[in-house]
């Protein structure tokens, strides 16, 4: 895509409208963060079952999925606002469900588990709006200070993602179902500032989706190779990404005997690397070298951390896990902002909404699918480290594929960034 196409509907971002965005994101995420460390101990006895314990990672997943594309095209046609207050009171109700099923005693363990997965269910329809706060950055700001905006994005993940899963930890080892009254209720929050305090970025050309859910909305996005590439390229990072996360506590309270507590504690510490790196370095780091350096090395990096997991089995030492979980968290800190404004430079403008749909379902279905592959490889034979090593793989081709297009889009000037 040329750089003389328009590339937002304002200017310049409204004021105050990115640090509102940053604190929707930012309670968003921290009340999703702080159920993450409690969801492999939902399943008793996880250590035997370990499909049921990621199968709860992709039964969310799977709702996004079908969400996310759904929610972005909406809020091309009635604007980010109310599509992100949707979303997150939906988010809420699906959290309230959660606490209920897991506060009181039940008869049956099916009926425990049944109540959980219908509030992920619930949960992932709506929760799709980290798609919708992207189109909204991209509405807001220039392509030379995109990829900022998506850091800034990436900060407010990091530092919700810190936060949450160590709140997570502390209130579920009083009760299980705590958290997810708090998430709840950080999710209402969240809705309730969309809707007060959040200023509409897209203006309204009903020109512009004539059939805003007609299966050819999406046409134009894979008419553009590189653009195309970028977000297969996003979708199996994701799905190593998640082969991590959905197998982390399992593995942590394998090795060294993590509860809640523990798991939860190791989540902040990740979310606070994440958070430095997407707060304030990457957007310095760009301004210098550009997106694609960091895009590449990304991937790169989270390979090197993948490893550093691996080799725990063989030599369980804190500082080595510790150092992994760094890597791997600076690795994904580079990685994600970066494509996100790759994703958006080469996107036709009035399709923002459409393309970072397309691009949080496609995260979603990794979602889906990097849990399920995980539970798969999640066994003795190699001391419990199968995610890691596939995680590691997928990793270092997609830093491969990346320098692939990186060439391409040189040598396409009608793309060219």
Known sequence: MSDSLPTQDNGSAPRGALGIIFLIVFVDLMGFGIIIPLLPFYVHMPQNRPFQVTLLFSVYSICQFIGAPVLGVMSDRWGRKPVLAFSQFGSAIGYVLLGLATQFPWHHESTLLTLVYISRIIDGFTGGNISTAQAYVSDVTTHEN?????GLLGAAF??????????GGVLGSIHVSIPAYVAGGFSFAAAVLTLMRLPESRKHKPADVEVWLHPSRFKPVFSRPILTQLLLISFCLMAAFVMMESTIGLYLNKLFGWNERGVGWYFAFIGVIIAIVQG?????????????PWAILGPVLVAVG???????????????LMLAGAINAIGRSFQQPTVSSLISKFSDPRDQGVVFGLYQGLGS?????????????????????????????IALLMGIWMIAVRRQARTAPVETA
């Open 280 to 292: 304030g370095l990457i957007g310095r780091l760009v301004k210098a070298a550009g997106d694609w």
């Open 365 to 393: 279905l990794a979602r889906v699918i990097g849990p399920i592959v995980a539970g798969a490889v999640y066994r003795p034979m190699l001391r419990y480290t199968g995610p890691f090593l596939v995680s590691a793989l």
């Open 146 to 150: 995109r990829a900022k905006g998506m």
């Open 158 to 167: 990091g530092i919700g993602f810190s936060a949450g899963p160590f709140l």
């Open 306 to 320: 993948m490893l550093g997991y691996l080799s725990t089995a063989w030599l369980a030492l804190l500082s080595i």
